[in-house]
């Protein structure tokens, strides 16, 4: 099956309500959208989602400039994701972030051509619904205590405390007051987002040490994370240090971390993050299947692959649609109820995103 189209969209999501983290507050963010025809008469989507312009490496206008160098190594070739991994790096050397969303639309198309939803395709969800959970802004102890409540009443079974803006302390006094207030079966995470210095990191664990939860990227560099190891009261989760397959096994194979907050896009797509999971299963250890932001075609993909990871080892998936006003699936767009993502039955990604929603494209060639 030849790809005979490719069309790439960048998107304004609008925001409901702006998403804060470790110091930072957006209020608008632009992603990238891609549709791939084939000679089947089979179309796939793909999406990436950068968090702005500052929260990793990537940025909306590389992921168009990327796929626009990749265009000509895309089109005409197989759609089957490993062949077509091959021709995008035969094109350009890194930019895992914009050759996931060609490599999520593939595996739409494949999903449409076998006749199977994707989690079918990857071997079947171990979960259905799939389990979210709920990102709190860094905020005062009572405003968070909340919202926390307000969360878990609605049915989540996970939180994320954003930590590192300003005040440590009452970083952790926001914590503990969360902590104390849901019930036990609630689990959280605190999660810098890379703000916090290594002895910073040190001082939160031991004001906490009496408090069940785990300390998702603290540090800014893998070095400062290595730093920690053995050092903490608390599991320990890598996520934006995880910048590919490669560093996934450096720091399981080295004992430097104790579960993932994984995004799909940064690892390259779906291809590479099956093996990601595959290797944090094989060690046991927890990890999130989610991104940093995006529509439904994200929020689909994510929740297809981390459907597939066995419940005891499952953090959740995050999607933004909670933030968002709209959907790109008029009729079947991918929502969070009472805590929980059902997964679409139909073929692939599930989801018929609306093109016309998104304007006047940014990139089109034919074969
Ligand atoms: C909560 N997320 C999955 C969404 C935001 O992009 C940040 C991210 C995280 O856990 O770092
Ligand atoms: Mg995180």
Not at 321 to 335: A, E, K, M, T
């Amino acid at each position: 099956m030849k790809i005979t189209n490719l069309t790439v969209w960048q998107h304004e999501l609008e925001l409901r309500e702006s998403y804060s983290y470790a110091g930072t507050t957006l209020t608008h963010i632009p992603t990238v959208i891609v549709r791939l025809r084939t000679d089947a008469g089979l179309e796939g989507w793909g999406e990436t989602c950068p968090l702005g312009t500052t929260y990793q490496p990537a940025h909306a206008g590389g992921a168009i400039a990327a796929i626009n160098e990749m265009a000509g190594a895309i089109v005409g070739g197989s759609v089957l994701p490993r062949q077509l991994s091959v021709r995008m790096d035969s094109a350009l050397e890194g930019h895992r972030y914009a050759k996931a969303a060609l490599d999520i639309a593939a595996w739409d198309i494949l999903g449409k051509s076998a006749g199977m939803p994707l989690n079918q395709l990857l071997g079947g969800a171990l979960s259905d619904p799939v389990q979210s959970y709920y990102a709190i802004a860094p905020l005062a102890p009572d405003e968070a205590v909340r919202i926390a409540l307000d969360r878990v009443a609605d049915g989540y079974q996970a939180l994320q405390l954003k930590i590192g803006s300003s005040d440590l302390e009452q970083d952790c006094e926001t914590v503990r007051r969360v902590w104390e207030s849901v019930p036990r079966s609630v689990s959280i995470a605190a999660d810098a987002n890379r703000a916090l210095l290594v002895e910073e990191t040190l001082h939160l664990s031991r004001n906490l040490a009496d408090v069940p939860i785990a300390i998702e990227q603290p540090c800014s560099t893998a070095e400062e994370m290595r730093s920690l190891k053995g050092r903490l009261h608390h599991p320990l989760y890598w996520d934006e240090s995880t910048t590919s397959p490669s560093v996934v096994l450096e720091a399981l194979g080295q004992g430097y971390c104790d579960g993932f907050g994984m995004k799909l896009t940064r690892v390259g797509g779906i291809t590479p993050m099956l093996g990601v999971r595959d290797m944090a299963v094989a060690k046991g250890v927890k990890l999130s299947v989610d991104d940093s932001w995006g529509g439904d075609i994200i929020a689909a993909a994510c929740a297809h692959v981390g459907s597939t990871v066995p419940p005891k080892l499952f953090r959740g998936t995050w999607i933004c649609r909670p933030y968002l006003s709209g959907s790109y699936d008029q009729n079947d767009g991918i929502v969070v109820e009472n805590g929980q993502i059902t997964l679409p039955d139909r073929p692939g990604l599930g989801i018929c995103p609306d093109a016309n929603l998104f304007g006047e494209p940014v990139i089109r060639m034919e074969a």
